[in-house]
């Protein structure tokens, strides 16, 4: 079976996480890191011509700057997938993140190995179910 590589870009301001995420994705042979930002404003700028097959965007409290960041990519990358990713598993988050544009919810506590099951599957077009993956 081929699998699809998924190319990606990753929003996330705390740098650990970010880090460690990055190296996680770089070691897998599925994905495809075109970049990395900390700061919500630059990424939004730079991806348009990146047209990565996958968004994920770390959503904080209460997250305004990443929700319009969803509905601006959204609208600027109508074929990109974008995957919000949450420090807490709360429910209004989760939805708002939906309303604006977010194909997709991941938990920063996942299990990794389920987080790029479901990064690969966002950019290959599989379905997956049901539209969060949480701890």
């Keep these: 079976m081929t699998h699809k590589l998924v190319t990606l870009v990753l929003v996330e301001a705390q740098t650990l996480f970010r880090k460690s995420l990055s190296e996680t994705i770089e070691a897998d042979a599925h ?11 630059a990424a939004v700028k730079a991806i348009p011509a990146l047209q990565p097959d996958v968004v994920l965007i770390a959503v904080g409290y209460p997250g305004l700057a990443e929700l319009e960041a969803i509905s601006t990519l959204r609208h600027s990358c109508p074929n990109t997938r974008i995957a919000a990713l949450l420090t807490e598993e709360l429910a209004w988050q989760a939805e708002a993140a939906r309303e604006h544009g977010a194909s997709y919810v991941l938990s920063k506590a996942a299990p990794r190995p389920a987080m790029l099951k479901a990064l690969q599957s966002l950019g290959a077009e599989q379905p997956l179910s049901p539209g969060e993956v949480t701890s």
């Design 31 to 41: 994905l495809n890191l075109l970049g990395e930002f900390s700061q919500t404003r």
